[in-house]
Each structure stands twice: as structure tokens, then as C-alpha cells.
């Protein structure tokens, strides 16, 4: 949120998003008063990415339990939510509580800035998010689960009768280029390198840690030891090429995948230049955004 609080002053339109804080290792009065002031701050452009979390060396350093993390953030939310919605709140909860309380300073936007769940590969959180009314951020590296996934955060919003539309958000490597070759050739190490450095960091799901609170953890790590640029596009998760196969890249995963709403793109990725990184973004500006 630090970086989010400069660039909320350097631009005036656009919508920031956290991605994301994590209510599993923060006390739910900080992180609460540090969302409305960051809703002030960009004049009620904020809206709160929230995730549980996934890395063991996370929560030891933390001093968390593995096991309690759904708990944790389960109650996190939900005291996040109250305190953001109203005034002179109370809740007695199993890690925080607190008693007539109102978190200030209050958030511009009523009852509060949107949330969006960031989920991996659980299904119990798309299925939560969309009980909530939570927007859904995902990471769509698995390819075709995706869809299934999306699939049950769609019939949990619907089975809950939410007024507001459901959104979702996905996230993509992107390098746009106007030679094709070329745009693979720049791509390839620093995404080969994104997948080394994130099995790397959750490397102790393969070592044989295991939790309730992250089923098949250990065979999902270790199958991202396979991924690369070239896996990542046969599965349209990676939109690399000319401003043209980016169109048919990006149509092609909303058609597998049900539909998505926003893409959220990385684009200077580990070891990618950033003179490189910028050329791209220019690029799709010009040439992709017209195309949706």
C-alpha cells in the first residue's frame, strides 16, 4: 500500500488495487485504517485485493500456523468488513477482538472499497469469494482449471443473490513486440526464471510440508517445475508476440476459460530490460487496447 499511497498522487483517473494484503499475518484495526487512508488519499479510486497467503517460510517468519490460515483470514475479513462498514464496532474473534471501536479515518467510498479475492488453485476460496460478493483475482499458470474454478466462484455468486455484477481478474506475463520471434526470444528467460524463483520460494511443499488449509500443494509446486514461456503459451497464459497474436491470444483464453472481465499484466517481469518492458506497454497501448 506504500507504493500505491506515491501513485495515487502522480494520477487522477485511475483505479488502484492491492495485490494483495494479507489479513492471515495483520491485525485487522491496522489494516483497516491503513485501507481508508489510502481510499482518501486517491479520492475513492481503492480497491482491496486480499489473499491468504501460500509460501511456509511466510508463516514461520510470521509465527502463523499453516492450519490456521483459513481461519485467520476468514475472521480477518469479516472483522475487516465491519470496521470499514460501520461505526462503533465490536467483535470477539478467535486471534484479534475488539470492543466499541471506529476505525478512523473513515473510507470515501460506501460501505467500503470493493474487495477482490486473490486465489490460486483452492477451490473453497473461489467458492467463498463469490458467497461474499467478492470480486475474484486469478492466477490462470495451471491452464485449463481455470475454468472449473471460475466456474464455482460464478454458481456461488449467483446461489447468493448478489445485486452487483460479479468481475474477474487475470493475471498474465505480457511482452508485445512487432517481430514475433523477437518477442519470444526476450521473453523466454525472464519467465523461465519467474517460475524458478516462485518454486524456489514455496520449495518446502515439495520437501514434504503439508497442511489441510492447502491441499495438493506439493504436486502443484512441483509441476510448475516444467512451466516455461513455451507451456505458458500453449496454454494461453502468457501473452507474448505481435500486437496481433496478443488479440488472439487474450480472445482465445476468455473463450476457455468462461469469460473474464479485467487482465492484470506483468510487464517488467525478473530479468526482462526496461527499456523493453516500456516499448511493450507502448506498443499494446497503441495497438491492443482498441481491440477490447
Known amino acids: 500500500m506504500v507504493f500505491l499511497s506515491a501513485a495515487a498522487q502522480i494520477s487522477k483517473k485511475a483505479r488502484i488495487v492491492t495485490g494483495a494484503v494479507l489479513p492471515v499475518f495483520n491485525n485487522p484495526l491496522k489494516l483497516a485504517g491503513e485501507i481508508a487512508m489510502l481510499d482518501g488519499l486517491s479520492n475513492g479510486r481503492l480497491e482491496v485485493g486480499i489473499a491468504r497467503a501460500f509460501v511456509p517460510e511466510e508463516f514461520r517468519h510470521f509465527k502463523v500456523e499453516l492450519n490456521e490460515s483459513v481461519a485467520r483470514f476468514d475472521e480477518g475479513v469479516e ?3 465491519l470496521l470499514l462498514e460501520n461505526e462503533n464496532v465490536s467483535h470477539f474473534g478467535r486471534f484479534h477482538d475488539f470492543e466499541n471501536v471506529t476505525s478512523l479515518p473513515r473510507p470515501v467510498q460506501k460501505p467500503r472499497p470493493q474487495f477482490w479475492t486473490a486465489a490460486f488453485a483452492t477451490p473453497d476460496s473461489f467458492e467463498k469469494a463469490g458467497r461474499a460478493g467478492n470480486w475474484i483475482m486469478g492466477i490462470p499458470i495451471a491452464g485449463g482449471q481455470m475454468a472449473e474454478l471460475l466456474g464455482i466462484y460464478r454458481e456461488a455468486w449467483k446461489s447468493a443473490g448478489h445485486k452487483h455484477e460479479p468481475r474477474c481478474m487475470l493475471a498474465f506475463h505480457m511482452l508485445c513486440h512487432e517481430n514475433r520471434e523477437e518477442a519470444r526470444d526476450l ?3 525472464p519467465i523461465k526464471k519467474y517460475f524458478d524463483m516462485l518454486v524456489d520460494s514455496a520449495s518446502s511443499w515439495i520437501g514434504g510440508e503439508t497442511s489441510n488449509d492447502y491441499k495438493g500443494y506439493g504436486k ?14 500453449e496454454k494461453c497464459s502468457a501473452w507474448v508476440g505481435t500486437p496481433g497474436d496478443i488479440v488472439e491470444i487474450a480472445h482465445e ?4 476459460c ?3 472481465d479485467e487482465a492484470s499484466l506483468q510487464i517488467n517481469f525478473t530479468t526482462l530490460p526496461h527499456v523493453e518492458a516500456k516499448k511493450s506497454v ?5 495497438k491492443v487496447l482498441s481491440q477490447f
Do not use: C, H, N, V
Not at 483464453?253 to 476457455?256: S, T
Open 220 to 233: 502443484l509446486i512441483e509441476g510448475l517445475k516444467k512451466e516455461d514461456l513455451d507451456s505458458q503459451m
Open 187 to 189: 521473453a523466454r528467460a
Open 258 to 260: 468462461g469469460g473474464f
Open 282 to 286: 507502448q506498443l499494446f497501448g497503441e
Open 253 to 256: 483464453y476468455d473463450r476457455q
Open 79 to 81: 472483522q475487516l468488513t
